[in-house]
Nanobody, 117 residues
Framework: QVQLVESGGGLVQPGGSLRLSCASS????????MGWFRQAPGKERELVAA???????NYADSVKGRFTISRDNAKNTVYLQMNSLKPEDTAVYYC???????????WGQGTQVTVSS
């Protein structure tokens, strides 16, 4: 059973930056495309960034040009660099292996990102 642990969230002012990390307990991490998802209060969980096994990336239009996903297979870790943050980026952020646009493994606890002045 793969466990995912997200970290790096916090309170930041509009225009600020955060870097999220997601550590996986399993070495099988390197064999899967990974994604960052977010869920705002009262909304469905949505996929915002994805990275293939080989490092190809894709982003939701709402974060394109501001967020960057990366992975370190040696550390079983995926990252999300978030710049130019907006209040509408406020959400709990989760990572997971991808099954289409959905998560493949059990969800971790997520990390809260709050963008507010």
């Amino acid at each position: 059973q793969v466990q995912l642990v997200e970290s790096g969230g916090g309170l930041v002012q509009p225009g600020g930056s955060l870097r999220l990390s997601c550590a996986s307990s399993g070495s099988i991490f390197r064999f899967y495309a990974m994604g960052w998802f977010r869920q705002a209060p009262g909304k469905e969980r949505e996929l915002v960034a994805a990275i293939s096994v080989g490092g190809l990336t894709n982003y939701a239009d709402s974060v394109k040009g501001r967020f960057t996903i990366s992975r370190d297979n040696a550390k079983n870790t995926v990252y999300l660099q978030m710049n130019s943050l907006k209040p509408e980026d406020t959400a709990v952020y989760y990572c997971n292996a991808l099954h289409g646009d959905l998560g493949r493994w059990d969800w971790g606890q997520g990390t809260q990102v709050t963008v507010s002045s």
